[in-house]
């Protein structure tokens, strides 16, 4: 029995190793991570790295059809500035947040045409998770010059944790022997925020995602 299991799994084995591909995801958002305005008396404004990066995997099934699951890291940041006055005393009040966002979409990919270079259409869900937020507020009265440092790891404007959205891309892949080389466009539609101002809506996490993609997998 176990030579057979054995036996098996060595002639399937070619096989296998045709169906799946493990590779990289890199590239650049086209959007901000945030849509920032300005108040009379505050403003926020984006400070989000412009990259994202992680590991991929691909199962290529008959007629085509693959299944894509990535893991794509990206940091985000913004700052927030404001200015009030109470009595001949001004206050002037600064912050800056950062937060890891991890993105873990799931696609079904269609290559429209065999060959070595496959254009494709892809769509699925992809889930967001935010961790690591840290938020350095500092507080500034004029005439009293008197200076408040505070760390906040739940600042006010971050709103939850996790979030879901429809993904949906168009590319081209050229197929090499093994490797796999696929710049792709690709939008996110999410379904809530997480992050936004509130108090005066001045902040509010981009929901329309766009992203430019290169995916180079063996």
């Known amino acids: 029995m176990l030579k057979t299991v054995l036996l098996s ?3 399937f084995a070619p096989v296998f190793a045709q169906a799946v591909s493990f590779g990289v995801e890199g590239g650049v958002p086209i959007t901000d991570a945030f849509n920032t305005f300005k108040g ?7 400070n989000t790295h412009r990259y994202l990066v992680g590991p991929a995997f691909q199962l290529h099934l008959p007629l085509r059809f693959t299944v894509e699951a990535d893991a794509l890291y990206k940091r985000l940041g913004y700052q927030y500035n404001a200015t009030t006055e109470a009595t001949a ?3 002037m009040t600064t912050a800056s947040t950062v937060a890891n966002s ?3 979409p799931v696609l079904a990919k269609y290559e429209i045409i ?3 270079i496959r254009p494709f259409v892809d769509a699925g869900i992809s889930f967001r998770h935010i961790s690591g937020v840290k938020q350095i507020r500092e507080l500034v009265t004029i005439p009293a010059s008197v200076v408040g440092v505070t760390t906040l790891t739940n600042p006010p404007e971050f709103n939850k944790a996790t979030d879901e959205g429809l993904v ?3 590319g081209v892949a050229f197929k090499i022997g093994r490797l796999r080389i696929g710049p792709e466009l690709r939008y996110t539609r999410w379904g809530s925020e997480n992050f936004r101002d509130p108090v005066g809506s001045l902040l509010r996490t981009n929901r329309n995602q766009g992203d430019f993609l290169l995916g180079i997998l063996f």
Do not use: Q
Request: charged fraction near 5%; proline fraction near 9%.
């Open 9 to 11: 799994l060595v002639c």
């Open 40 to 46: 009379l008396t505050a403003s926020y404004a984006t």
């Open 89 to 91: 005393v001004t206050t």
């Open 102 to 104: 991890w993105e873990f």
């Open 114 to 116: 065999p060959g070595p």
């Open 168 to 170: 949906f891309g168009a």
